[in-house]
C-alpha cells in the first residue's frame, strides 16, 4: 500500500505530515526505456577492499520517455574516491559524487492536468477534503518539477546520507560528499561464519566511522543552499567470497536509522 502525505511545512515541501489518504497499488512515474553507460578508471591496491589509491567513475543513464506526457533527459554522475592508509591496516576514505539531468524533451507541464492525474478531482470524497487538495497539489509539483528538469541521484538510503530512507531527496541537480574511517582487525582469519542466510568464511572485521553531507536542487546556481546531514558508525566484515557485510547506523536531521546490506556504501547508485 502506497501512503500520500500532506505537506505540514510550505516553506519546506521535504517535510512530510500525516497521512491521509492511502492508494494501492501505489502512485508511481514509470519511466521505462533507459540505457546506461559507465567508465572507471581504478588505481587502488585491491579491487574488493581498496586502501589506498584514486577510484573515479563516469556514469551516463538515458531515460527516454514511452509516452507524450512523460520527459527523455540524460543523467550524468561523477563519482571520486579516494583512499588514504592509516595505521597499520586502516584506511581513510573520501567521497565526492556530483549528479546533473539534461533534458531533451519535456513531459506534460500543464499543473492542472497533473493534479487531475494525482487524484485532485476525486478529494470531494475524502474524509479531510482540503488535505487532499494539498496533498494532491503537492504530488503534482513534485512531477511538474521531474517532467519540466529531470532527475539527477537520490540522496537517501544506505549509500548515501544513511540516516534518512532511501531516494528522501531528489532533484535534477545533486551533490554528495562524505568521509569514513575503516578502522580493520581481524583474528587468525578464515574463521567460519553460519548467520541466518549467510554462509561464509570471514577474512577481516571492521569498524568504520562516517560523515557526510548532500544537496539537491532544481536549479544548479541553488545546489548547496540546503545541506542534509548524516552521521554515525558501522560493523562489517570481509568474506572469502569477495562480499562484505555491512551493518550501519547513522543519525542525523530527522532521527537515526539503520542500514543492513552487501558491500561497501558508494557501490550502488539506487
Same mark, same amino acid.
Given at each position: @500500500? ?15 505530515? &500525516?497521512? +491521509? ?14 540505457? &546506461? ?5 581504478? $588505481?587502488?591496491?585491491? $579491487? ?28 550524468? @554522475?561523477?563519482?571520486? =574516491? ?10 581513510? +576514505?573520501?567521497?565526492? =559524487? ?10 506534460? /507541464?500543464?499543473?492542472? +492536468? ?28 513534485? &512531477?511538474? !518539477? ?27 541537480? /545533486?551533490?554528495?560528499? !562524505? !568521509? ?10 578464515? &574463521? ?6 549467510? =554462509? ?6 571492521? +569498524? !568504520? ?16 543552499? @540546503?545541506?542534509? /546531514? ?41
Amino acid at each position: @500500500t502506497f501512503q500520500k502525505f500532506v505537506t505540514p511545512d510550505e516553506n519546506d515541501p521535504t517535510k512530510q505530515g &500525516e497521512t +491521509v489518504a492511502t492508494f494501492d497499488p501505489g502512485l508511481e512515474i514509470n519511466i521505462a526505456n533507459k540505457i &546506461e553507460f559507465s567508465t572507471r578508471i581504478d $588505481y587502488t591496491d585491491d $579491487y574488493k577492499d581498496p586502501r589506498k589509491g584514486i577510484r573515479n567513475s563516469l556514469f551516463i543513464d538515458r531515460q527516454t520517455a514511452t509516452t507524450s506526457s512523460e520527459p527523455s533527459f540524460d543523467v550524468v @554522475t561523477n563519482d571520486l =574516491q579516494i583512499y588514504i592508509p592509516f595505521l597499520e591496516k586502516s584506511t581513510l +576514505v573520501f567521497d565526492l =559524487q556530483i549528479s546533473d539531468a539534461h533534458v531533451t524533451k519535456k513531459g506534460e /507541464t500543464n499543473l492542472e +492536468v497533473l493534479k487531475i492525474k494525482n487524484g485532485y478531482n476525486l478529494c470531494v470524497y475524502a474524509p479531510n477534503p482540503t488535505a487532499c487538495e494539498a496533498n494532491a497539489e503537492n504530488l503534482a509539483n513534485n &512531477e511538474l !518539477a521531474i517532467n519540466s528538469n529531470g532527475t539527477s541521484l537520490a540522496l537517501g538510503g544506505s549509500d548515501r546520507l544513511r540516516s534518512f530512507p532511501e531516494g528522501r531527496f531528489q532533484g535534477a541537480h /545533486t551533490i554528495y560528499y !562524505a !568521509a569514513e574511517f575503516r578502522w580493520n582487525y581481524s583474528s587468525s582469519g578464515g &574463521e567460519k561464519l553460519d548467520l541466518f542466510f549467510i =554462509q561464509d568464511l570471514v577474512e577481516e572485521l571492521q +569498524v !568504520a566511522f562516517f560523515f557526510e553531507q548532500g544537496s539537491v536542487s532544481e536549479i544548479k546556481s541553488e545546489l548547496g543552499k @540546503t545541506v542534509k /546531514t548524516s552521521f554515525g558508525s558501522g560493523f562489517r566484515f570481509l568474506s572469502g567470497s569477495g562480499n562484505l557485510y555491512r551493518a550501519d547506523f547513522a543519525t542525523g536531521n530527522e532521527g537515526p536509522n539503520l542500514s543492513v546490506i552487501i558491500q561497501y556504501p558508494w557501490t550502488y547508485r539506487l
